[in-house]
């Protein structure tokens, strides 16, 4: 009579175990954070399919958080255009892949973009010439910085500097699709820029971000150790070192990431706007989901938050940068 008992009882253990289990599942909290005194922006990339794959509905979460964080404006990671960038600032592509799909009133604020190697196919300072056109799309140069106040106050303030990696890659000079248009830019000058965008910067900046299209670091086995990779960390990683970057974002990879290898500066992809692609992990791996989706960052002057969110509006990934 004991045997059935205990069964029984044991029984009950479980199903209660399950409820439990299933509570805590359904009390943890995936929604967004938001930060009314911050400076808040979006950051997304690898998008512009004419609306195929996901960047439709990752285009409607985009609207939605971009709401409910108040956001000040949207940063672009490159590959703004597939397969092969647009031809002019008049391509039916600015319709199709970036006006008609990205409708919502709260992405009508400024997007700073930069350019990927898809960008470099087609024609990369016809997304320049496009700023003179649209009143959200700003991209002055090919490489560029600007300075955010942080809450409205200039005594407190983000620098971001947004370069264009793509001439940066020995490679792309003798590659027949980007070849032509690298061969025509100057690295050196563009390095000596970017040296004295970080080391000329007031004091009021608190925050010194760049923005450009390849990661330094990734965790995907096909780009983890690929030529692109590996030339821009050796063109840049001791740069961001020295003059003490806070962080790296970065797109090229379909995916999300957090990385943070020996140094001062955190290395953040989001690559993953209308495509994902497989994803594994490195040492210093602190996200790796191959999730559609994008990150917004929040600012304040000494702390920098990160929410990861994919296209159902769930924060997978949240961090903290400590000043």
């Known amino acids: 009579m004991k045997t059935p008992l205990l069964q029984k009882n044991s029984i009950i253990i479980f199903i209660c175990t399950l409820t439990i289990n299933f509570a805590v599942a359904q009390t943890k909290d995936t929604s967004i954070k938001k ?3 911050a400076l808040n922006f979006i950051v997304m990339g690898d998008w512009g399919r004419f ?18 964080i108040n956001r000040d404006f949207i940063i672009s990671t490159g590959d ?8 002019s600032e008049h391509d039916p592509q600015w319709k199709s892949s970036f006006e008609d799909i990205y409708t919502d009133f709260s992405l009508h604020w400024n997007w700073y973009s930069v350019l990927g190697n898809h960008d470099y196919a087609g024609n990369p300072d016809a ?3 496009y700023s003179k056109i649209s009143r959200r ?13 942080i809450n409205g106050d200039p005594n407190q303030q983000v620098l ?20 032509k248009n690298v061969i025509s830019q100057d690295t050196t000058a563009q390095k000596k820029w970017l040296v004295k965008a970080l080391t000329t910067a007031p004091k009021s900046v608190k925050w010194k971000l760049v923005v450009g299209h390849h990661p330094l670091f990734t965790a995907t086995l096909k780009r983890r150790e690929s ?4 030339a821009v960390r050796k063109s840049l990683k001791s740069l961001f070192d020295k003059y003490q970057v806070d962080a790296y974002i970065a797109g090229h990879d379909h995916d999300l990431q957090h990385l943070l290898p020996e140094g001062k500066t955190n290395y953040f992809v989001s690559g993953s706007a209308s495509e994902i692609t497989p994803i594994d992990s490195l040492p210093f791996t602190k996200l ?10 929040s600012v304040l002057a000494d702390i920098l938050y990160v929410q990861a969110v994919n296209e159902k509006g769930e924060v997978i990934y949240n961090t903290e940068i400590k000043k």
């Not at 609306?51 to 409910?68: L, R, S, W």
């Not at 703004?80 to 031809?87: C, D, E, I």
Request: no cysteine; proline share 6%; net charge negative.
């Open 160 to 179: 971001i500097a947004f370069i264009d990696t793509n001439p940066l890659i020995p490679e792309f000079y003798k590659n027949d699709v980007y070849g």
């Open 288 to 297: 790796a989901a191959s999730e559609y989706g994008f990150m917004v960052f």
């Open 80 to 87: 703004n255009f597939y397969p092969v960038g647009v031809a």
């Open 35 to 37: 930060y009314s005194n």
């Open 51 to 68: 609306g195929e794959d996901h960047q439709i509905p990752v285009a409607k979460q985009m609207g939605i958080t971009a709401k409910e």
């Open 127 to 129: 997304q320049v010439a």
């Open 137 to 149: 799309w700003n991209m002055p140069d090919r490489y560029y910085s600007k300075t955010f106040n």
């Open 227 to 230: 030529y692109d990779t590996k």
